[in-house]
């Protein structure tokens, strides 16, 4: 069973960066498409960006270039750099396997973007 666990939110003003990571369990982390998700409230939980095993990377939404996502295969573990943040971004971000496993869900990492 693959388990994820996101940390590196917090509070940031309106253009400061931020650097959210996952870390995840499981022998087979190498060969899975992994993914960065958000919800806001209100709205169903949505893609951010994916990453292959081969570490393409793909935007559903990018920030028009601010957000980039890597990976470490030798280090189970996939993180989102979100530069200059924007007040509408403000939200629990969760990473999980991508299409989602939905028992692999974790607590997410929420991200808050105010002054």
């Known amino acids: 069973q693959v388990q994820f666990v996101e940390s590196g939110g917090g509070l940031v003003q309106p253009g400061g960066s931020l650097r959210v990571s996952c870390a995840a369990s499981?022998?087979?982390?190498?060969?899975?498409?992994m993914g960065w998700y958000r919800q806001a409230p209100g709205k169903q939980r949505e893609l951010v960006a994916s990453?292959?095993?081969?570490?393409?990377?793909n935007y559903a939404y990018s920030g028009k270039g601010r957000f980039t996502l890597s990976r470490d295969n030798a280090k189970n573990t996939v993180a989102l750099q979100m530069n200059t943040l924007k007040p509408e971004e403000t939200t629990v971000y969760y990473c999980?396997?991508?299409?989602?496993?939905?028992?692999?869900w974790g607590p997410g990492t929420p991200v808050t973007v105010s002054s």
């Open positions: 999980n396997l991508s299409p989602p496993s939905s028992p692999s």
């Open positions: 499981g022998s087979i982390f190498r060969i899975l498409t």
């Open positions: 990453i292959t095993s081969g570490h393409i990377a």
